[in-house]
């Protein structure tokens, strides 16, 4: 099933119960959001993957994911897939892997321009906030430049039967501290509408450009000329998995404080 913009339900009849199901080729729409998975439900133990990333791609070029058993971050550009593992590694990523929560889209900014010194997260956002003129939008955010601190994490892979929720694991997270490093930030701005069937707010990835860094972005900063491509997304599709687990799922309405928890990391 599918939830469109307007929040009607959408059935898929090609949509069957099973890890292996393929999910229907779109054709490119800019200024969309596709999201796969719930992310409630994922932080809260349904990490198993379903939908393989060659499918995904179908959806958006741009975007930010969850590996199979959470086995670290997925980061999206120009139609790559980066994964970032609790090992230190970013690697391609094949397109057989299978994502149990990502959001995708086809990327094409509508407004680009510079930052010059971005004392930490915080200062970022806070400029950010300023060119979003739209407090109820949804956007895709692209940065690129030279940073001097990136701090990101990734979570290691779980047991295929292990539902604990990411709130309870924090103490597994793996942190990793970047300097001097060239690369991007690839994340989203999201309204609190979307807040556990997403995550409200800013959400970053990053991914340097020799590959040699990656992840959920906890902290970051720069001296230097930072560039900031923005597009704003007008729609928004959530296709959520046909298996049992999903179905099964006990929803309990919104749960923020956890959903915070693990997108600060403590």
Known sequence: MAIGVHGQAVHHPELQATATVNYKKVSVSYHKLYQFGHAD?????????ILPLSELKDHGDFGLG??????????????????????????????????????????KPDLTFSIFRVKNLKDLYQQLDHYLENKNGMFAIRI????DVVKTRAFPSVDKDSHVPLAQMLDKQKLFNTSKSKGLLIGYSLPAYLSGINISGFHFHFISDNMDAGGHVLEMSSAEKIIVEISELKGFLLEVPDDESFKKFPFKGSNKEDLQKVEKGY
């Open 66 to 107: 969850a590996p199979d058993l959470v086995n670290g971050e997925l980061t999206l550009n120009n139609g790559k897939v980066y994964q970032s593992t609790a090992d230190g590694k970013t690697t391609l990523a094949p397109d057989s892997l299978k994502t149990s929560f990502a959001m995708v889209t086809f990327f």
């Open 144 to 147: 690129k430049g030279l940073f």
């Open 41 to 49: 439900a994922f932080v809260n133990g349904l990490y198993r993957g």
